[in-house]
């Protein structure tokens, strides 16, 4: 039968109170008055025993409800599956265990739910500005790149010039205005798959910022469902864009490998590192992002030599 935090506190200072009286009982201690030094070194030393033995038969009582205290302490629900072990006799620390362990799974399911209606609502809107973007203001811009060449074909000289010099400013926002759309969306994710819509990725960024970044895709990769590869797209961007904005990174490499039905995204730079800085929210959105599909998020910084973003998720989603 399990005996309460208060009973086993209470027989321990019994068992203590007890041994301390037969011990009293069957010895020849005396106390005279007044009291000699070697009574009063034998009274200390008696009472000090009685304390310490006190001290760790409590400590062991207490011992679940500080190892309770610390991994409450270190909870992350953005890196959930701990879970603190029931064990231990005290009817009251394995309920409270139980309590804690059966609220974490509460507040990690909650918070799951959460960040995926979050973040479909960011890349429902996401996709909604895209196709404005390429429906609306792309064939806006189309139109007056028309309209410009028949106005240039009427004009002459130093007009038809400006003309062209228009036309190649228009030209340029309308290509600009293309790849926000296609950053807010890739279509190449949609239309090709996930290895098509990360080497379309680096190709842009490679061209745009003249960073190198190395490709190093399996031939073969498990097929995922479009959320998970919607995910892997998003956090192999967010690690780029923040190798690009605060490592200061002059290589980027970017690989995806597959062990059986699961996918591991490996995001590697040389530049400074973040070691010593708090996390950003382009960590936190990425950490969310695993979060939602049952995924594993490793990330290791050190100072002056980079970072590395790992991400695992298996084709069926379960945390690997």
Not at 40 to 63: C, D, E, H, P, Q
Not at 187 to 201: F, I, K, Q, T, Y
Not at 263 to 277: A, C, F, P, R, S
Request: with cysteine; aromatic share 2%; net charge negative.
């Amino acid at each position: 039968m399990d005996m309460s935090l208060s009973a086993k506190i209470f027989l321990t200072n019994t068992a203590v109170t007890a041994v301390a009286a037969i011990v009293l009982l069957l010895t020849p201690v005396t106390v005279s008055s007044p009291a000699h030094l070697r009574e009063v070194v034998i009274v200390v030393a008696g009472l000090s025993a009685i304390l310490v033995i006190n001290l760790l038969l409590l400590r062991r009582a207490f011992g679940p409800l500080g190892r309770l205290t610390s991994v409450m302490s270190d909870v992350e629900l953005l890196q959930p599956g701990r879970r603190v072990p029931v064990y231990g006799q005290e009817a009251e620390i394995v309920e409270l265990t139980r309590a804690f362990n059966e609220m974490l799974g509460r507040l990690e399911a909650e918070q799951q739910d959460s960040v995926r209606r979050s973040l479909e609502a960011q890349e429902s809107e996401r996709h909604r500005v895209a196709r404005e973007l390429h429906d609306e203001v792309g064939q806006s811009l189309t139109a007056v790149m028309l309209q410009l060449d028949r106005v240039s074909q009427l004009a002459s000289g130093e007009l038809r010039e400006e003309m062209a010099e228009a036309r190649e400013v228009t030209r340029s926002s309308l290509e600009d205005v293309r790849a926000i759309a296609t950053r807010l969306r890739p279509e190449a994710l949609d239309d090709l798959g996930l290895p098509s819509a990360l080497a379309a990725l680096t190709d842009r960024v490679a061209e745009r910022t003249g960073v190198r970044i190395e490709r190093r895709f399996a031939r073969q990769v498990p097929d995922l469902t479009p959320e998970r590869e919607l995910v892997c797209y998003r956090i192999a961007q967010e690690a780029v864009t923040n190798a690009l904005r605060h490592s200061e990174a002059s290589t980027i490499a970017v690989e995806l490998s597959a062990t059986g039905a699961t996918l591991t995204l490996t995001v590697t730079d040389d530049g400074k590192g973040l070691e010593g800085e708090a996390p950003g929210s382009g960590i936190q959105g990425m950490r969310e992002r695993a979060l939602i599909v049952g995924a594993k998020l490793q990330i290791e910084s050190s100072r002056g030599v980079g970072t590395t973003v790992m991400l695992q998720v298996s084709k069926g989603g379960s945390e690997v």
